[in-house]
């Protein structure tokens, strides 16, 4: 999400951002999620990669703590090592809805039971199906 929100103030990641700029909506990342952003960005687009720290701050998007390892551990099972911190992270704060694009990995049943009654979707399918 924040990597397409860096690239492109278009689509419903930047949307997002916007909606929690404005209030509307309160988001969240962990520190896992802010240190690999960073990572991905500065590789793949450095030229982008400053923009990181901008929308965090303009998008006023809340940085948890990471989860501890016995949470990730407890995960690891549904869903590649690399992502468990992200989901674990929003079972920790029990979050409403965990938006993704990475649609292989997160949307299994076994994951979306797994986190029932947290709704993982989509940016697009969070704006058609439950913004109002």
Request: charged share 20%.
């Amino acid at each position: 999400i924040l990597i397409a929100a860096v690239l492109s103030t278009t689509g419903g990641s930047f949307r997002l951002c916007r909606e929690a700029n404005t209030a509307s909506l309160i988001a969240y990342i962990n520190q896992y999620v802010q240190d690999e952003t960073r990572e991905v960005l500065a590789r793949k687009y450095p030229l982008s990669a400053s923009k990181l720290d901008q929308l965090l701050k303009w998008g006023q998007i809340n940085i948890l703590p990471n989860p501890k390892a016995s949470q990730i551990k407890k995960i690891s099972h549904l869903i590649n090592i690399e992502d468990a911190p992200i989901v674990a992270g929003a079972m920790n704060h029990k979050v409403d809805y965990l938006i993704t694009l990475d649609r292989k990995d997160f949307m299994t049943l076994k994951l979306r039971r797994f986190c029932f009654p947290t709704i993982i979707t989509t940016p697009q399918y969070f704006f058609q199906q439950y913004w109002k």
